[in-house]
């Protein structure tokens, strides 16, 4: 019996330090909604007016280029190679947003619509967020055959709340289990 306890005390410590990983967040044009305005939008006011949205109490979480916003270091910008998207890839142990009330903007500024915006009320803050696709057919070409430019200026992820996230389901079950064994032992004592 030790050892079945053993066996349940052991399952239940790497239960703990896993993480669920869940499928990522894959988005392309066109959004929710998009702007002609090739400025940034600074705020929630200009935001809204662009984009004819009714947000109210968020605040700049994150934004790639310049790694600012109250989550500066939470997540992580990769150009993923065809440079018409990318990767915002969350950094592990380090606070994450919380939504439903999220919305993400990706911005050109050099080409129309110059900025998308996304509704990001069903991500948890912490999965995998895939852009693809963006001003891809619109992009001009320079003489030497190259691209004119990187056509994804920046990112920015709004949000009203962030938490750190907790390993959720796995580590329920894991105390689940571990009340089991700590239940069972005090029944053979």
């Known amino acids: 019996m030790k050892r079945i306890s053993k066996i349940l005390l052991g399952f239940a ?6 993480q669920v990983q869940a499928l990522p967040l894959e988005l392309e044009p066109p959004g929710d909604a998009t702007t002609d305005i090739n400025s940034n939008l600074g ?26 916003g109250l989550l500066g ?6 150009d993923d190679g065809s440079i018409f998207g990318g990767y915002i ?5 380090t606070a ?30 912490t999965d ?10 619109n992009w001009d070409i320079n003489d030497d055959g ?10 920015e992820i709004w949000g009203g709340e962030y938490e750190v996230p907790e390993p959720g389901l796995i580590g329920l079950l894991a105390i689940g289990l571990l009340g089991m064994v700590a239940a069972r032992r005090k029944k053979t004592v």
């Not at 410590?13 to 896993?18: K, R, Y």
């Not at 994450?96 to 991500?123: E, M």
């Not at 190259?146 to 990112?155: A, F, K, N, Q, R």
């Open 13 to 18: 410590l790497v239960a703990l330090s896993m």
């Open 43 to 68: 705020n929630l006011a200009d935001i809204n007016s662009a984009f004819g949205t009714s947000y109210s109490d968020v605040d700049l979480l994150w934004k790639s280029d310049e790694t600012k």
């Open 73 to 78: 270091s939470s997540y992580e910008w990769t």
């Open 89 to 93: 890839d969350y950094v592990a142990n």
């Open 96 to 125: 994450a947003a919380d939504c439903p009330t999220c919305f993400l903007i990706v911005k050109s500024g050099r080409k129309l619509p110059a900025q998308y915006l996304f509704d990001l009320g069903s991500w948890n803050g």
């Open 128 to 137: 995998q967020i895939i852009l693809s696709n963006f001003w891809k057919d």
């Open 146 to 155: 190259t691209l004119e430019d990187t056509p994804i200026s920046h990112v």
